[in-house]
T-cell receptor, first 111, second 113 residues
Framework: KNEVEQSPQNLTAQEGEFITINCSYSVGISALHWLQQHPGGGIVSLFMLSSGKKKHGRLIATINIQEKHSSLHITASHPRDSAVYICAATHSGGGADGLTFGKGTHLIIQP | NAGVTQTPKFQVLKTGQSMTLQCAQDMNHNSMYWYRQDPGMGLRLIYY???????DKGEVPNGYNVSRLNKREFSLRLESAAPSQTSVYFC????????????FGPGTRLLVL
């Protein structure tokens, strides 16, 4: 079974700071997902990537397949970015039961 | 376009009672999923349905049953609720299993006393 580890578990930063959240996984994958869970509980998919880098607004996701590692970056962080960020990996065998979730990183951006 | 909807939003049950959580999607997705989320743990897959007419067990299926009623609807049933089933339940859908982006419902908070 694929293990997905996220770090840090908790992160508090000041508005405007550059944020990095890390995700590592134990076996080969076909896709890596980043999700955002709002304080109200809703979950939104931010990115799905299998190689390289993707950017959406102030969010950037990168993946290094050889090192089995992905990062989520937030530039010019804002209090509205406060949320739990979840990494999930689809292992190379695919299938719904191939999606393994990390425990999440709780991010707080203070004004 | 509502996306994925779930009912109810919140429910309190006594041990031994039964209930059904409802989920519907309007995105014409083939695959649907039920997850539970507990404090300090990641999302865990309970059951999924790769396509209409099929269902399969996930990581934590014990104590649950599911029905894929049609392409839009996927329900989760607790036949005899236990306190260990206190959790937040999320339904999700995707165009197909595995590699596609999943879209999540708002969640159902269940408390079993």
């Amino acid at each position: 079974k694929n293990e997905v580890e996220q770090s840090p578990q908790n992160l508090t930063a000041q508005e405007g700071e550059f944020i990095t959240i890390n995700c590592s996984y134990s076996v080969g994958i076909s896709a890596l997902h980043w999700l955002q869970q709002h304080p109200g509980g809703g979950i939104v998919s931010l990115f799905m990537l299998s190689s390289g880098k993707k950017k959406h607004g102030r969010l950037i996701a990168t993946i290094n397949i050889q090192e089995k590692h992905s990062s989520l970056h937030i530039t010019a962080s804002h209090p509205r970015d406060s949320a739990v960020y979840i990494c999930a990996a689809t292992h190379s065998g695919g299938g719904a039961d191939g999606l393994t979730f990390g425990k999440g990183t709780h991010l707080i951006i203070q004004p | 376009n509502a996306g994925v909807t779930q009912t109810p939003k919140f429910q309190v049950l006594k041990t031994g009672q039964s209930m059904t959580l409802q989920c519907a999607q309007d995105m014409n997705h083939n695959s649907m999923y039920w997850y539970r989320q507990d404090p300090g743990m990641g999302l865990r897959l309970i059951y999924y349905s790769a396509s209409e007419g099929t269902t399969d067990k996930g990581e934590v299926p014990n104590g649950y049953n599911v029905s894929r009623l049609n392409k839009r609807e996927f329900s989760l049933r607790l036949e005899s609720a236990a306190p260990s089933q206190t959790s937040v339940y999320f339904c999700a859908s995707s165009s197909r299993t595995g590699w596609e982006t999943q879209y999540f419902g708002p969640g159902t908070r269940l408390l079993v006393l």
